[in-house]
């Protein structure tokens, strides 16, 4: 089975969306995919336990309500099997999808590194808590450490604590003058500020980060760097995300140039891949609004409506300034590196330790020496992690991109004669 | 209020609520084995790290990204 679109989209979080909307009244025929069961993307996030912004509740509503949008949700890129063809998977089926423009709105995933005891049952990643708790985890009177580095911390402490959890510290990596920097230059963002003051919390803690996840079959307790002081405390759960990196798999498997770990895009959002776009945190961190803004500038370059694209750079700009602003404040400390220990798994899909990566050159040599990345994740948690620990650079992924069943390969068969 | 079976125990959740919540709502929250035998939970939730992956209704599904459903069989050991 095969089917044809002008502009298809791939994910529909806040860059997917607003992509959708700009690209309606100038699109016969929009497919937006995303592989969630519900739109909104990670932010945007709705479940039992979500509270989902107007905004988005409305955007959301707009784009499903136009005619010419054709939403599918839990669904995946799995290959690419000819010149703008992908073929994709659902619950259900596999089939390919035929386009003229592709806007790429893939998203970021955590930075989620090694360090002993990650593996335990009651480890998740920041956003990751955040994201489970919306759609339903139960945290009622755990008590939770939130480790890591960045903003993400202080919404996930939020969710947590607004679904009955309590919260024991949120430790962060960056130092006090780092944090301090940032919100002092919040006010060019008002809207940002309002969002910070709001989070700020008294059990975080700057020049901190996690040692160890200690327990036996899961979690028991966590032990602490905190401002050059080692403490232990017992929880229920701990989570942990070090920042947030770039979906660029996708963008790489198609061609595209990456700079800086992101898709690299041009004014108009185009990638360097002719008539595919990219917009929001695949091509760079920087939050909703610069996601929202990007979205809508690939949209409208992509039904060639570069005029209304214009107007919107202005904007991009703005955004743009508060993501170079974040990044810098929230830089990684090195000692992070050395968190992990020689037996400390590193590539949890295959369970390969430490001890059989440290020492060797690259990433191509660490997957045909340890099977590291070759799992089912196809190295999307231990890539990024070696990748800070060690500098290497994952390679392109090769389809199928994800994990897929034989059904749907069978539909490669599908492809026309040239 | 969906009613699903979790490694053959009975278990009603909240509408929306997704099968990884489901884990710990009707179980000890862990989702599979690992190959070196240990036993793993969720860890992104948001269909990345393929931690949560679990069989529903005979099919290999990521609990995460999965909602629950009247009648489904989800299974956590292979």
Same mark, same amino acid.
């Given at each position: 089975m095969?089917?044809?679109?002008?502009l298809? &989209?791939?994910?529909?979080?806040?860059?997917?969306?607003? %992509?959708?909307?700009?690209?309606?009244?100038?699109?016969?025929?929009i497919?937006l995919?995303?592989?969630n069961?519900?739109?909104?993307?990670?932010?945007?996030?709705?479940g039992?336990?979500? @509270?989902?912004?107007?905004?988005a509740?409305?955007?959301?509503?707009?784009?499903?309500?136009?005619?010419?949008v054709?939403?599918y949700? =839990?669904?995946?890129?799995?290959a690419?099997?000819?010149?703008d063809?992908l073929?994709?998977?659902d619950? *259900?089926?596999g089939?390919? &999808?035929?386009?003229d423009r592709l806007?790429?709105?893939t998203?970021?995933?955590?930075?989620?590194?090694?360090?002993?005891?990650?593996?335990?049952?009651? #480890?998740t990643g920041?956003?990751?808590?955040q994201?489970? &708790?919306k759609?339903?985890?139960?945290v009622r009177?755990?008590?939770i450490?939130? %480790?890591?580095?960045g903003?993400l911390?202080?919404a996930?402490?939020?969710?947590?604590?607004d679904?009955?959890?309590?919260?024991l510290?949120?430790?962060?990596?960056?130092?006090?003058?780092?944090?301090?920097g940032?919100?002092?230059q919040?006010p060019?963002?008002?809207?940002?500020?309002?969002q910070a003051?709001?989070?700020?919390d008294?059990q975080?803690?700057?020049?901190?980060?996690?040692?160890?996840?200690?327990?036996?079959?899961?979690l *028991?307790?966590?032990?602490?760097?905190?401002?050059?002081?080692?403490v232990?405390?017992?929880?229920d759960?701990?989570?942990c =995300?070090?920042?947030?990196?770039p979906n660029?798999?996708?963008?790489?498997?198609?061609?595209c140039?990456v700079a800086?770990?992101?898709?690299?895009?041009?004014?108009?959002?185009?990638t360097t891949?002719?008539?595919v776009?990219a917009?929001? *945190?695949?091509? =760079?961190? $920087?939050?909703?609004?610069r996601?929202l803004?990007e $979205?809508?500038?690939?949209?409208?370059? %992509? #039904?060639g409506?570069?005029?209304?694209?214009h107007?919107?750079?202005?904007?991009?700009d703005?955004?743009?300034g508060?993501? %170079?602003?974040?990044?810098k404040a929230?830089a990684l400390?090195?000692?992070? @590196?050395?968190l992990?220990?020689?037996?400390?798994?590193?590539?949890?899909c295959e369970?390969?330790p430490?001890a059989?990566?440290?020492?060797l050159?690259?990433?191509?040599q660490?997957?045909?020496?340890?099977?590291?990345?070759?799992g089912?994740?196809q190295?999307?948690?231990?890539g990024?992690a070696?990748?800070?620990?060690? $500098?290497?650079?994952?390679?392109?992924p090769r389809?199928?991109f994800s994990?897929a069943?034989?059904d749907?390969?069978?539909?490669?068969?599908?492809t026309?004669?040239? | 209020?969906?009613?699903?079976i979790l490694?053959?125990?009975p278990?009603?959740?909240?509408?929306g609520?997704?099968?990884?919540?489901?884990?710990?709502?009707? =179980?000890? $929250?862990?989702?599979?084995?690992?190959?070196?035998?240990?036993?793993?939970?969720?860890?992104?939730?948001?269909? &990345?790290?393929?931690?949560?992956?679990?069989?529903?209704?005979?099919?290999?599904?990521?609990?995460?990204q999965?909602?629950?459903?009247?009648?489904m069989?989800? *299974?956590?050991?292979?």
């Amino acid at each position: 089975m095969s089917e044809y679109t002008n502009l298809l &989209i791939i994910g529909a979080g806040p860059a997917g969306l607003a %992509a959708a909307l700009a690209a309606a009244p100038r699109a016969e025929r929009i497919v937006l995919l995303d592989d969630n069961p519900l739109p909104g993307g990670q932010i945007w996030r709705a479940g039992p336990q979500a @509270k989902v912004p107007a905004q988005a509740r409305q955007l959301r509503e707009q784009v499903l309500a136009c005619a010419n949008v054709r939403y599918y949700s =839990g669904a995946r890129v799995i290959a690419q099997p000819g010149p703008d063809t992908l073929l994709v998977e659902d619950a *259900e089926r596999g089939w390919q &999808i035929r386009y003229d423009r592709l806007i790429l709105c893939t998203g970021a995933r955590e930075l989620l590194l090694p360090f002993p005891g990650w593996t335990l049952p009651g #480890v998740t990643g920041a956003g990751g808590l955040q994201a489970l &708790i919306k759609a339903g985890l139960p945290v009622r009177d755990q008590r939770i450490v939130i %480790a890591g580095s960045g903003p993400l911390l202080l919404a996930s402490a939020a969710t947590a604590r607004d679904n009955g959890a309590q919260v024991l510290r949120i430790a962060e990596q960056a130092s006090a003058a780092a944090v301090a920097g940032f919100a002092a230059q919040l006010p060019r963002w008002p809207h940002k500020l309002l969002q910070a003051f709001a989070l700020f919390d008294r059990q975080y803690r700057s020049a901190s980060h996690v040692l160890a996840a200690l327990g036996n079959d899961r979690l *028991e307790g966590v032990r602490l760097m905190q401002n050059g002081k080692v403490v232990e405390m017992a929880c229920d759960r701990l989570a942990c =995300g070090f920042g947030l990196v770039p979906n660029i798999q996708l963008g790489q498997a198609l061609g595209c140039a990456v700079a800086l770990d992101a898709i690299a895009v041009d004014t108009w959002q185009a990638t360097t891949v002719p008539g595919v776009y990219a917009a929001g *945190e695949c091509t =760079g961190f $920087g939050g909703s609004e610069r996601a929202l803004v990007e $979205g809508a500038i690939a949209g409208l370059a %992509a #039904v060639g409506n570069r005029q209304a694209a214009h107007r919107l750079l202005r904007r991009r700009d703005r955004w743009h300034g508060f993501a %170079a602003a974040l990044n810098k404040a929230f830089a990684l400390d090195p000692a992070l @590196k050395s968190l992990a220990t020689a037996d400390t798994l590193v590539c949890r899909c295959e369970d390969v330790p430490y001890a059989a990566l440290a020492g060797l050159r690259d990433w191509r040599q660490a997957k045909l020496a340890s099977r590291c990345g070759m799992g089912a994740c196809q190295g999307r948690v231990c890539g990024a992690a070696t990748r800070h620990l060690f $500098g290497w650079q994952p390679s392109a992924p090769r389809p199928p991109f994800s994990p897929a069943r034989i059904d749907t390969l069978l539909c490669l068969d599908d492809t026309p004669d040239a | 209020m969906p009613d699903l079976i979790l490694d053959g125990r009975p278990l009603r959740v909240a509408d929306g609520t997704s099968v990884a919540a489901a884990l710990a709502l009707g =179980g000890d $929250g862990c989702s599979r084995t690992s190959v070196s035998g240990q036993r793993r939970a969720p860890l992104c939730g948001m269909g &990345i790290c393929q931690e949560c992956r679990v069989t529903i209704d005979g099919r290999r599904r990521l609990a995460c990204q999965t909602l629950c459903r009247d009648g489904m069989q989800v *299974e956590t050991r292979p």
